[in-house]
């Protein structure tokens, strides 16, 4: 099908209004809970959009799903707590994220903070008290028990671990946190918890709205909700976010439809209910700042993509080069929106095959290569794969001898 400055004809009709218009963007004056409009003109910039397919099959998860064991937070201060509720906060202080508070002893509490920086929103500081130790996330570092600690991390039954696109803390506990490098949080807990649980996440009991937003019969709003969770340090009192009225933003709502209506998450649609992601979607970029482009337009559409894999899909690559452009990798790797969380290696090419994890977004080797983790040089044939005998590294085609045989080394 052919293109206008590389917009598919198809979407003309939809979308010529909206991108010859000029958004404006205001931040409202005296406000302290980070609102905004958009204010940036579109019209000269290439777009390029996944059509919407609205058939949605029956689609049988891959692996078990789990993303109701799951509570997140992502872009311009959206949260989907454990039962399934997704709210918009948008609070700057300290607020415990979940918390094990209906016992005796208290396993784990996780407290997170937001900043605005330049106009960029950013999770600028996590507390996590698990089992007695304390981890913290601050600008890019991770602290255990005030220290500054090299990863990756092991101790007291804790693991901390940076991967390509994201940082992961996990316990023994039955606890998972992963903080991903693009201002999204995500807490997956063991089901024991269940009904144990206190904070933004919720309690855990499997009911939506009930307990959070609905309290012994009486209604209570999202700002009032994310309020209660706050928890300030001895010095300082961090003021409450004032209500903030609802926007009709419906001028909004054709972008985020076809992209989450697309043929990307076609296996996602059966599996995780699009609606509330839309509507994220629209809230963000109505109180966006155009500064924060990638918030208002991309990220709802990757936590969606990641809750489709946390439930048993498996997205496919929705990012382009012109919109929410996919991110570079190292070496001679590529970006995969859902690649198997147990990569193929040299030293073990078949590691994928075993694998029972939801698929993660990340690099990965081209198909038909494994990692060549002995010599960490990227991507190669299996074939191609060295081997390590008495603590030296040999080369595939290389031969080496013992005091009674000669060797050549084969993948």
């Known amino acids: 099908m052919g293109t206008f400055k590389g917009i598919p004809l ?36 290439t777009l390029s959009f996944i059509p919407a397919v609205y058939p949605t099959p029956v689609v049988k998860a891959i692996n078990k799903a789990h993303n109701n064991k799951v509570c997140s937070t992502w872009g311009n201060f959206n949260f ?62 991770v602290l255990v028990d005030g220290k500054v600690v090299q990863l990756p991390y092991s101790g007291l039954g804790v693991q901390i671990e940076k991967r390509d696109v994201s940082l992961k803390v996990s316990s023994k506990l039955g606890l998972v946190l992963m903080l991903n490098d693009d201002n999204s949080l995500m807490l997956e807990l063991d089901e024991k918890y269940a009904n144990q649980t206190c904070g933004l996440c919720g309690d855990y009991n499997g009911i939506s709205i ?17 309020n209660l969770q706050k928890l300030d340090g001895p010095t300082e009192q961090c003021q409450d976010v004032k209500p903030e009225p609802r926007r009709n933003c419906t001028r909004f709502e054709n972008i985020c439809e076809n992209i989450l209506m697309g043929s990307a998450f076609l296996n996602c649609h059966s599996l995780v209910d699009v609606e509330q992601y839309m509507e994220a979607c629209v809230q963000d970029l109505c109180h966006c700042n155009s500064k924060m482009t990638s918030l208002c337009m991309c990220n709802t559409f990757a936590e969606y993509s990641r809750q489709c894999a946390h439930a048993g899909g498996q997205p496919r ?14 070496l001679n790797m590529e970006y995969r929106e ?40 990227g991507c190669i044939p299996v074939d191609m794969c060295p081997c390590i005998t008495a603590g030296e590294i040999y080369s595939s085609g290389e031969s080496y001898s013992t005091p009674c045989s000669t060797w050549q080394v084969h993948a």
């Open 10 to 45: 198809w979407i003309l009709p939809l979308f010529l209004g909206q991108l010859n218009a000029q958004l404006y963007i205001e931040e409202i004056e005296g406000s302290s809970s980070g609102e905004y409009l958009i204010h940036e003109t579109i019209q000269n910039h």
């Open 80 to 141: 989907k707590n454990f039962d399934g509720d997704v709210f918009r906060f948008p609070g700057t202080c300290n607020y415990v994220f979940s918390s094990h508070c209906k016992s005796d002893y208290e396993d784990f509490n996780i407290q997170i903070q937001r900043s605005i920086t330049s106009s960029i929103l950013v999770i600028s500081k996590i507390t996590m008290k698990i089992n007695g130790l304390v981890v913290q996330v601050i600008e890019n570092n």
């Open 317 to 330: 690559n929705w990012r382009t080069k012109e919109f929410c452009s996919a991110r570079k990798c190292p």
């Open 210 to 226: 009930h307990n959070e937003f609905i309290n012994h019969g009486v209604h209570i709003t999202e700002t009032q909700f994310g």
């Open 338 to 377: 859902c690649g198997s969380a147990c990569p193929n290696t040299c030293t073990n090419p078949e590691r994928a095959a075993l694998c029972d994890s939801h698929c993660l977004e990340g690099c990965y080797c081209p198909k038909g290569t494994v990692f060549d983790d002995i010599n960490n040089k």
